[in-house]
């Protein structure tokens, strides 16, 4: 297993460095990479041997870290110590780490591998968030990829496990199979002929979690959406995954078919606004975060209607990281005035666009 | 004088032909033509030995019609019967007919001399409604054009006229010098700074008359303004002219002031409103003419500010002119249903545009 140093990535120095790397999820290269985004494993695990972080003081959430980093020291684990600030919101900004494990710094850590495709909190709710991401729909792939890492773990650091209830974890919720399954989709179609909202109940009816772009808010964005599976006891690993890629591939289908409609309905209303987002992205010199996304919504149905042909599907991944805040203040320097950060995105995109990305 | 023959320009069989002729006026190349697009003289004339048309009978209007074509004949004059409905409709985007002048046929024409720099209207309100049209602040130039006309005229026709009031007109508010001096204005940063509303009040106080871009409308219209002299008893031409020269120069200070401000104060604002504009009038697949109107006026206020150095005011001159839907049906013929017409607006405002006018 290839292990990166984060630490080194992500020194406030050169910026150059980070600017460079860019997540592997984010190639495009799955399978419907231009409607699933992504796929994502995460599993909650505890260690046997201590309380759960909840019930734990500071000096325990201590001894956590000091032991696990102990126990599986063939693996860079760093407390978010090592980081600053500013470095802490583009860990945040990569969905490394999460807000919660940010509120203390003491004991927390991160631990990243393999290009950010796997990646793992120290000590936020459970002693152990492991996640896998990878580009498209690849669930089996991704819970593959998680699972051996879990198997070695498991071995070194001894789970919490009740034969009767599986995993144990500090929210009742997960305790089972400790894993949540979760796809980013993009479905434009579907939310332009108004179905959206009846498919967002009917999934929810049946135990899924849909989510906006930003996946704390129920808020629709650029018409990205979070799709995950709800924590159950009793279930198997396996048949929340299947079951998750089922409806996923059922929704691409759906999708699909409404822009088949569109296409046929509205085809120079979807042309043209097709081409003025890419052309407004292009050129403009203010851009914010919410404006990006939305327009990045329409080039990338754009290039799944195969009306534009010179934008790839990683560069538009790319962005969707990069036009952050703190990804932006990394690349470009840290702006005095907050007006500035939509002055650099619109640079940041105009530059990546045009040179044909 | 060069005399072009108005109903070889507008068969409607090539379209071509048309096409390639644009109205010297467009040319941009007079004073000052990125803020004044176009300086206007008219002339209202009457015969002695005739009824003012508003009290003639449709005979009486044709024989008007007759003696002017006999004793003018070394000037093209058409019948508006020469022309097709469709072909009316041009002659009205041009500006070279009223709609009240289409209202009846019998006994109404036109003339069209010097690349529409001069025209004139048979038996609109008046019998002669003559006009001189050219670029930029250029008033006392398109009086000298227009008055050498008029000198001729008077001399084969004998117009109405008397000692105590001067030329005799249907209208009493045209009575006297018979003219109207206007300009059409570009004044963007005037309206952006909210400056516009004071400043249309003062000359409307001080006897101008201030109306939008479709000159019938008050409604603001992509910050184009037309500004003219009231009509009034007892001034002379040259008084009237100088005085609208003069408030002209004071308005493009007052307009270049403000730029600069604007400039100054919101630099990234207005670059970033210049180039998505641009870049949406060269990508749109869906215009109207509102929107184009609108649009060109951001881009013209790039060039006048340097900002674009690649497009000729020229270019968005013609534009406006064959935006309109006669024009756009002329050009690509006439479509099916209404909403064509934003398609061939966008296509043709993109091709002009992209070919880097």
Request: hydrophobic residues 45%.
């Amino acid at each position: 297993m290839k292990v990166e140093n984060p630490a080194e990535r992500c020194t406030s120095s050169g910026g150059e460095d980070f600017f460079n790397i860019t997540p592997l999820w984010s190639s495009g290269e799955g399978i419907y990479s231009e409607i699933v985004l992504s796929s994502r494993i995460r599993l909650a695990r505890n260690l046997a041997a201590f309380k759960f972080p909840i019930l734990s003081s500071v000096k325990e959430i201590e001894e956590v870290f000091a032991f696990i980093s102990e126990r599986i020291s063939f693996v860079p684990i760093f407390s978010l110590a090592h980081f600053s600030a500013f470095e802490h919101k583009l860990l945040l900004e990569r969905h490394l780490v999460s807000n919660e494990l940010l509120k203390e710094i003491a004991g927390r850590g991160v631990g990243i591998f393999s290009g950010e495709s796997i990646s793992f909190m120290l000590n936020e709710e459970d002693h152990l968030r492991m996640q896998s991401i990878v580009s498209g729909l690849e669930l089996a792939l991704a819970y593959k990829k998680l699972n051996e890492l879990d198997d070695t773990f498991s071995t070194s650091l001894g789970f919490a496990f009740s034969p009767k209830f599986g995993y144990l974890t500090s929210c009742p919720t997960n305790v089972g199979t400790g894993m949540r399954a979760s796809v980013l989709l993009h479905l434009p179609a579907l939310v332009h002929s108004s179905k959206i909202r009846k498919i967002v109940d009917n999934l929810a009816s049946i135990g899924f979690i849909v989510r906006g772009f930003h996946s704390e808010s129920a808020h629709i964005e650029g018409n990205f959406f979070h799709l995950s599976t709800q924590p159950t006891i009793g279930r198997k690993e396996e048949d929340l995954i299947s079951g998750l890629h089922k409806i996923v591939m059922q929704l691409i289908e759906y999708e699909n078919s409404a822009r088949e409609l569109l296409l046929k309905n509205a085809h120079l209303q979807v042309e043209d606004k097709i081409w003025r987002a890419m052309s407004i992205l292009k050129s403009a010199r203010l851009l914010s975060v919410d404006e990006f996304v939305n327009l990045s919504s329409a080039v990338r149905l754009g290039v799944g209607l195969g009306i534009l042909k010179d934008v790839k599907i990683s560069t538009l991944n790319q962005l969707l990281i990069f036009v952050q805040p703190a990804h932006l203040g990394k690349l470009l320097g840290e702006p005095k005035e907050l007006a500035e950060y939509d002055m650099r995105r619109a640079m940041y995109v105009r530059e990546l666009l045009n040179k044909g990305g």
